[in-house]
């Protein structure tokens, strides 16, 4: 079935300590989204590719930085991780559409824990 | 700018009773609306979404929704929970900004009791 794969799905790092997330996708979609889920929160888009090209949101902390070396795979890079970046961190996929009607499709996302 | 709202934070039913689950909306123009379903540790999944086709929507696992203009509203409903429904759910107001981009509800917390 085509998905989308998030690695780990537990993460355990030490505070200041740099730390990669993975997703992977085999549904071929041109667009890519981080989001960051903290406890009993909405869903919060950090950024998202098109393609190769990179668009942060205004509010993402330059602490956050993504990668896409091709279309199947995106990471998410904490450089140096803060207590307050524990949350859940979902990717989501979706074919880019002049529209605001696509579906987005999640993976089942990465707890991360900073000790 | 546009927004959603869900009015309520915990929804706490029996098993066989009907679900409703509110949510409004806040938008210059005819809005793009989603609702997603979150499962303990899980990802996302879509529901059902209000692409301005008709009003009352059809989504999974008998939910529905209908879009009401005149009340700004989008309250998504069930005839008979389930145990399988207990979940968070947010309702989404779907952006076109260079490419699609999702602005949620604060979500609402399903419990369904036996």
């Known amino acids: 079935d085509a998905m989308v794969i998030q690695n780990p799905r537990y993460q355990v790092t030490q505070f200041g300590k740099p730390v990669t997330l993975s997703c992977s996708q085999t549904?071929?979609?041109?667009?890519m989204y981080w989001y960051q889920q903290k406890s009993s929160q909405a869903p919060k888009l950090l950024f998202h590719y098109y393609d190769k090209d990179f668009n942060n949101e205004a509010d993402t902390p330059d602490n956050f930085q993504s990668r896409r070396p091709n279309t199947s795979f995106c990471f998410l890079d904490i450089r140096s991780p803060g207590l307050g970046d524990a949350a859940m961190y979902l990717c989501?996929?979706?074919?880019?559409?002049?529209?605001?009607?696509?579906?987005?499709?999640f993976g089942p996302g990465t707890r991360l824990t900073v000790l | 700018a546009q927004s959603v709202t869900q009015l309520d934070s915990h929804v706490s039913v029996s098993e066989g009773t009907p679900v409703l689950l509110r949510c409004n909306y806040s938008s210059s123009y005819s809005p793009s609306l989603f609702w997603y379903v979150q499962h303990p540790n899980k990802g996302l999944q879509l529901l059902l979404k209000y692409t301005s086709a008709a009003t009352l929507v059809k989504g999974i696992n008998g939910f529905e929704a209908e879009f009401k203009k005149s009340e700004t509203s989008f309250h998504l409903t069930k005839p008979s929970a389930h145990m399988s429904d207990a979940a968070e759910y947010f309702c989404v107001v779907s952006l076109f900004q260079g490419a699609q981009k999702l602005v949620f509800g604060q979500g609402t917390r399903l419990t369904i009791n036996p």
């Open positions: 549904l071929n979609h041109n667009v």
């Open positions: 989501a996929t979706s074919r880019w559409a002049r529209s605001s009607y696509n579906e987005q499709f």
